[in-house]
Nanobody, 124 residues
Framework: QVQLVESGGGLVQAGGSLRLSCVAS????????MAWFRQAPGKKRDFVAF????????SYADSVKGRFTISRDNAASTVYLQMNSLKPEDTAVYYC?????????????????WGQGTQVTVSS
């Protein structure tokens, strides 16, 4: 079993930046594809960004492309999400996901492990 723990969320003004972190409990983290999703109140969980286990492949939702950057440090069992130029519509609970076992990298049903989420609130 792998535990994922997110941190770094908070309240920020529009145009500001935040950096989310997700630490995995198991050393096998390095062989896991990882991703970030987000869920706003009353809405479904949406894909934000993906990074392959080697960091050789990344992908982003169109809504965050050019503003968000996903990265990872396998030695530290950590994946990051740098969020710049934040907008009020980025407000959501952000979840780290790992252990992709099937489907598209943007499909939340294909991930085995999830963190508890961290709240990001962007004020206008």
């Amino acid at each position: 079993q792998v535990q994922l723990v997110e941190s770094g969320g908070g309240l920020v003004q529009a145009g500001g930046s935040l950096r989310l972190s997700c630490v995995a409990s198991r050393r096998a983290f390095s062989i896991n594809d990882m991703a970030w999703f987000r869920q706003a109140p009353g809405k479904k969980r949406d894909f934000v960004a993906f990074i392959s286990w080697s960091a050789g492949s990344t992908s982003y939702a169109d809504s965050v492309k050019g503003r968000f950057t996903i990265s990872r440090d396998n030695a530290a069992s950590t994946v990051y999400l740098q969020m710049n130029s934040l907008k009020p519509e980025d407000t959501a609970v952000y979840y780290c996901a790992g252990g992709r076992f099937h489907g598209s990298s943007s499909d939340p049903t294909g991930y085995a492990y999830w963190g508890q989420g961290t709240q990001v609130t962007v004020s206008s």
